[in-house]
């Protein structure tokens, strides 16, 4: 998945779910790991966590969704890596919501502070073609 946050990411990994994928949540591994929706200095662990997970998952044959937001090509990196390290070629789901939208439905969701969206607004990179197969989601 790639995609700003409040998107619609998480709903459309819930659909691949429901079609036989199996989704790794980072946001789930949060909670799990610390009860908090985000917490700096965890973060190293929840990605290694989910990295992890993912790895298991591809090694027993099953069709994985990483359910976050992959902002940036630099996070994107790790998926490419373990994609080609089991003989794939990433797709990435770019649900391609725009920014007024996930501004609104944060503002009745009160996910993050509009400043820290904003920030994750300025900081989002699109995929790109030499990433993998990119599955444009609206």
């Known amino acids: 998945m790639c995609g700003m946050p ?3 990411k998480s709903t459309y990994a819930e ?3 429901s079609q036989g994928w199996v ?4 946001d789930d591994i949060r909670l799990a790991l610390h009860g908090q ?8 662990l929840v990605w ?3 990295e992890l997970m993912v790895r298991a998952l591809l090694k027993s044959g099953h ?7 992959n902002r940036t090509r630099e996070r994107r990196k790790r998926w490419i890596r373990v994609a080609k390290e089991f003989g794939l070629t990433l797709e990435i789901f770019h649900v391609d919501t725009d920014f007024e939208t996930c501004k609104e439905r944060n503002r009745v969701l009160k996910r993050l502070s509009q400043n820290d969206l904003k920030h994750i607004y300025k900081e989002f990179q699109r995929p ?3 990433e993998g197969i990119i599955v444009k989601v609206n």
């Open 48 to 50: 290694e966590s989910a």
């Open 63 to 69: 069709k994985v969704i990483v359910d976050t937001t």
């Open 23 to 26: 989704r790794v949540s980072l």
């Open 37 to 44: 929706n985000y917490k700096a200095e965890a973060e190293p």
């Open 6 to 8: 409040l998107s619609g």
């Open 15 to 17: 659909i691949l779910q």
């Open 128 to 130: 790109t073609l030499e």
